[in-house]
């Protein structure tokens, strides 16, 4: 009956789950902010109050995420790769390629049919393949990101973004706003552009099914669809993609890591 | 300036020619007469609307010169926005009239550098003319646009950047090239308390280090010219000529190359027309009254 706390630290918002035999039973998120030391501490706090535990109650905790450097309390780390892989496997065991959307960093997993990473490719050079680009355009548009898919549903006419750049895309969504394009065929504009960068890093990571999507990018409906759309297939979701890679973290210290264990990466990825 | 009040001198000899450079972030023209010598230059913003800008920097620097529109021979378009101005003679791209203007300021010229609000350019340059190029309008790192959107986030203005950075003790340096991840990172380097001008500097080298990259494919000779509205920054100066190990020119106004050797094809043109004994003009001269007098320009 341990009680495990995972928790990913990343570079937009920081998620906390608490698992208990493999099933998470209380879930936070905060926005990061610049002092990920502090979210941690907070983060921590809340989720503990919440599940009305104390520290003394969790057996290890386990950090991810691009601040996970900055968990002091933290038991471990581990690479958000893995953490992912391990997270999306708990909820859908037949998954063998992941498409993990976060704010800054898109990346597609490779697994093997006994669940471990065997490649994977990381879009972190350029903001256009992420939800930054998203974030970017949504602050044009004057709306919350939450709205963002439901609303690109409503197009009609998608604008095609003739940049790969995120500022200069920002720059073509102010001017199409002023030519009269409707907010919805912007949005939808933007997701098409989304889904034609992951499907390239699909296609460079080797598809296998089943697949899968995760990350905050996956609560976006219109994302979703737009890359259904471009590959082809139904993707499976799971109901709180955002917390995949905490709830990832969480198992990693149920299966048995130990302090002495590697939480490092293994097969043979590339970074974009 | 007396001469050119003087029409009848005016008419009976001297003629003049117009660059006018419609870029993406300032709109520049420039009057020389027919000895190529520059008699008016300005540049206001270019805004949204091209064709009434275009308008009114060009009415401005005829009045500076004391020309009319009839005084001049010939006007060329340049820029990324050209094709908006209707009362141009001709289009000719920038990276033409980049060469020409550059070569006419340093005639032993043979790598150039632009780098403009939207875009970076490497010029290669042999007797006056262009014979290779390398560009970068697709990604917003390593152009002034970087620059833009990161003195935002440091709350300073864009002219303060090259004085501020020579105050640096180290560069930071900055692992991102992406201009939204580099902005990120520069405010977690705020939230740590880096020195402005430390973070100012390490701006400055990642824009010349990403130009620099580029350029590397012309095989780069001196003499190094650098144009464009990031070369008025002392800052990226300096850590161009670091990385490329060579000495940089910079002429007195680097926005108006593009115009000045805009004008200059203007007088190229007519007088190649004239010793052929062809019609200087193509087609009919487009400056109308309603190209320009009814605008709101007073």
Do not use: W
Not at chain 1, 92 to 109: E, G, K, Y
Not at chain 1, 212 to 240: C, I, R
Not at chain 2, 111 to 133: C, H, S, W
């Amino acid at each position: 009956m341990a009680l495990i706390m995972g928790l990913d630290i990343g570079s937009g918002t920081s998620k906390g789950v608490i698992v208990r035999d493999g099933k998470p039973i209380a879930y936070h998120l905060l926005p990061s902010g610049v002092d990920y030391r502090a979210v941690a501490q907070r983060l921590r706090e809340e989720i503990l109050a919440m599940a009305g535990l104390s520290a003394a109650d969790i057996a290890d905790t386990i950090a991810t995420g691009q601040g996970a450097d900055n968990v002091a309390f933290s038991g471990h780390q581990a690479s958000d790769i893995l953490c992912c892989a391990r997270g999306v496997i708990s909820v859908f065991p037949s998954v063998r390629t992941i498409i993990d959307v976060q704010r800054t960093f898109t990346q597609v997993i490779r697994i093997n049919a006994t669940g471990h990473v065997i490649n994977f490719v990381i879009n972190e050079k350029c903001a256009t393949g992420s939800g930054c680009f998203l974030d970017i355009i949504s602050h044009v548009l004057q709306i919350d990101l939450k709205d963002a898919g439901p609303l690109s549903l409503g197009s009609d006419n998608p604008v095609v973004f003739t940049t790969g750049c995120a500022v200069f895309g920002e720059s073509e969504a102010i001017s199409r706003v002023s030519e009269g394009a409707s907010r919805e065929d912007i949005l939808a504009g933007v997701h098409q552009a989304l889904a034609s960068k992951i499907s390239t890093l699909v296609d460079r990571v080797g598809l296998e099914m089943d697949c899968a999507m995760s990350g905050g990018g996956a609560l976006n409906v219109g994302l979703v669809q737009s890359v259904e759309k471009k590959l082809g297939f139904k993707l499976l979701a799971p109901e709180q993609p955002q917390f995949i890679n905490a709830i990832g973290a969480a198992m990693m210290a149920e299966n048995g890591v130990t302090a002495g264990n590697s939480l490092s990466n293994s097969g043979s990825g590339k970074i974009n | 300036m007396g001469i050119f009040r003087d029409h009848s001198i005016r008419e009976d000899s001297l003629i003049y020619f117009a660059g006018i450079d419609l870029g993406s972030t300032m709109t520049k023209v420039v009057i020389v007469d027919g000895d190529g010598k520059t008699l008016s230059a300005l540049m206001g913003p270019t805004g949204p609307e091209h064709r009434r800008l275009a308008n009114k920097v060009m009415a401005d620097a005829l009045l500076r010169a004391d020309l009319t529109f009839d005084d001049v021979s010939y006007v060329v378009a340049t820029g990324y926005g050209r094709i908006n101005v209707p009362f141009a003679d001709r289009q000719i791209t920038e990276l033409t009239c980049h060469a020409k203007g550059i070569a006419s300021l340093f005639p032993g010229v043979r790598t150039a550098i632009d780098i403009g609000g939207q875009d970076a350019k490497g010029l290669k340059i042999r007797n006056d003319k262009l014979v290779d190029f390398v560009m970068n309008d697709r990604c917003a790192a390593g152009t002034g646009r970087f620059l833009d959107v990161l003195v935002g986030t440091l709350g300073l203005r864009i002219e303060e950047l090259g004085e501020i950075s020579l105050k640096a003790t180290q560069k930071l340096p900055i692992s991102s090239v992406c201009t939204v991840f580099a902005q990120m990172e520069i405010m977690a380097c705020l939230s740590q308390g880096t020195p402005l001008p430390d973070i100012v500097a390490g701006l400055h080298d990642a824009i010349a280090n990403r130009v620099v990259k580029m350029i590397k494919k012309l095989k780069i000779e001196p003499e190094v010219v650098f144009t464009g509205g990031v070369a008025k920054n002392i800052g990226v100066v300096n850590a161009l000529q670091e990385h490329l190990g060579l000495k940089v020119s910079v002429p007195a106004e680097p926005l108006l190359t593009g115009a000045l050797g805009a004008a200059l094809m203007g007088k190229e043109l007519t007088l190649k027309a004239i010793a052929e004994g062809k019609p200087i003009h193509e087609k009919e001269r487009r400056l109308v009254e309603s190209t320009f007098f009814h605008t709101e320009n007073h």
